[in-house]
């Protein structure tokens, strides 16, 4: 008996020890490793607090969080938007058997390279890209507008994906919502309109919630697609730490900042809590 | 005492990352060469008649800037690399961390090479030659010929006139661009201080505001090549010359203010296990064929530091090697600034990355 509650007791822990090693192995102590890198100087290895507080005086470089924050705020109303009408259309409008199709079409973006989408979009928007040819030619601006190379630039790129995303994400909430609400919404006396204003959409936010945390955490820590497409006219985060290791190596400088990146992730996340419903576990 | 935890702990993380990266290596074995390179020295038509004659295998890995190829080689282990291609400037900074093996002067043509690119400031450190320059060029003004006046590109003061605004594009590596600058305000790029800085900083903004776009190699390649920009400030051969043939309106100016000299160097691990192939290595690049092959290198052409380089007569047109003394003459050393000055020059940079 003692043995049969021992073994039901291990078994659990048995199970999600590779889980605990794999987290503890590539994120806990790389984690700790990255903490310590960003408390010495980099001549010398001495402790110093440096590292932080030049983020906090220098302008540069708050600003480069600023901007993080801002195109990162931008990307995920502008997905959510998107992203919304998209999937409730696939969940509602495209006949059952036509669904699945329809969402290998949406989610078609991810199977090309990330990178080699980011130039793409870089020749789309270039200044004899296809978009400036075709206002050009039809009179509608007299010379090429700049669209590569700015933060608009950027933004379509992210937003290009993260589409997909948070579609997929409102969709799969969207189907598991029982027709039963909207029915009795209905004998209540509620229209379309206020049944989707009252019931639909607060019952996919979770949805909506979970897609766009994802889109924030990947779009803050991008660094492909603002440096390809963004012309280095401004810098976010991701760049800023970069730069840091280039040339200079400065390596507990670069860990300052991904703390400091990480922070800002993990108040999203906790922000977002409510929603995303871990605490169910 | 939390220093000695601190090293411990470093050193168990060096370890475990020294582990992982000889998982990741490219299945090197004993007998193969590693090398730590750029892009240029990865083409095959280069390192293919070196792996033929001598049956090794050559297996690269690149890098980008001189701080990421020394993380990734504190991060292996001793002997894990056998050479490496670094900015001849940033030769003393593998010597201070006791990398690099000095290399038998009498075995390689050091006697050929240009006598301005020797760069024996950096390449020899305590009488001793650790590295040896292999390819150099110039961090000027690149252009497209057929739309801005080359007239125009023999002066610095075009990058900040309106004639040109919105039509530049600027390389985006802090060293040699921050050269450019100095040279515009009249300094000597070899004689920068801290009080240079808001001078350099001041003339950088104002090319930053007739500026399209500030882009890696790729990115202003590209920006040139497809019309994007007309002008690449900090472009050069390295830019022009291997889209000679596809694009031959690109070309490249030495102004009056004068350019910067890029130059990149091999050097040897004092760890390699394979010293003598790692020494034949070096004396393949630096042999007439193998300056032709890397000079002309599919990822970015430049000068070969050996003057004896056997480039044909269109290579050499393409790259204006004739014209090398007279550019030579005129040009400026990269900037090479103590590590506290480096710091500061990267944040100067990062202003003007952020300026609006």
Known sequence: MGVTANNSRALPWALVTPALGWTLLFFVLPFLAMGLSSLTAHEGGSFTLANYSQFLTDPSYWRAMVNSLEVTAIVTVISVLLAYPFAWILAEQVPERWQRLALMLA????????????????????????????LTNLGLVA?????????????????????????????????????????????????????????????????IMVGAFLTFVLCIGDYITPQILGGNNEL???????????????????SALSIILMAVVTVAYLACARWLKIERA | MSSNLTCILKSHLRAATAAAALLLATGAQAADLNALIWCDHADPALLQPFEEANGVKVNVKEFEGTGAGLAIVEQSQPGDWDV????????????????????????????????????????VVGGKRYGITEKFGYNTIGYNKTKVDPADMQSMAALTGDKYKGKIAIYDYYLPVIGMAALAIGKKTAELTEADLPAIKAELLKMKANAKLVGEVTASQTALATGEVDILVGGGEWVTAGLAKENPALDFSIPKEGAVLWSQSLAMFKDSENKDMALKFI??????????????????WGMPANSKAALT???????????????LARAQSYPAPNADLDKKMQDVWTEMLQAQ
């Open chain 1, 236 to 254: 976010l985060m991701p760049q800023l730490v970069m730069m840091q290791i280039g040339r200079r190596g400065d390596f507990p400088l670069a």
């Open chain 2, 84 to 123: 490496m291609v670094i900015d001849s400037i940033d030769i003393p900074r593998g010597v201070e961390k006791g990398l690099f093996e000095p290399l038998p002067e009498d075995k390689l043509p050091v006697a050929d090479l240009f006598p301005e690119v020797k760069m024996d400031g950096s390449t």
């Open chain 2, 313 to 327: 007569d269109d290579q050499k047109k393409i790259l204006r090697f004739d014209e090398q003394p007279g550019f």
């Open chain 1, 107 to 134: 989610v078609l973006p991810f199977w090309t390279s990330y990178v080699v989408r980011s130039y793409s979009w870089l020749l789309v928007l270039s200044q004899n890209g296809v978009i400036n040819r075709a």
């Open chain 2, 283 to 300: 004396q393949y690049i630096m042999s007439p064929e193998g300056q032709a092959r890397l000079a002309t290198s599919s990822c970015y």
């Open chain 1, 143 to 207: 010379e090429p507008l700049q669209l590569a190379n700015t933060r608009f630039a950027t933004v379509t790129g992210f937003v290009h994906f993260f589409v997909m995303l948070l579609t997929l994400t409102i969709f799969a909430n969207l189907k598991q919502l029982s027709p039963s609400y909207r029915k009795a919404a209905a004998d209540l006396g509620a229209g379309p309109v206020r049944t989707f204003l009252h019931v639909v959409l607060p019952l996919t936010l979770p949805g």
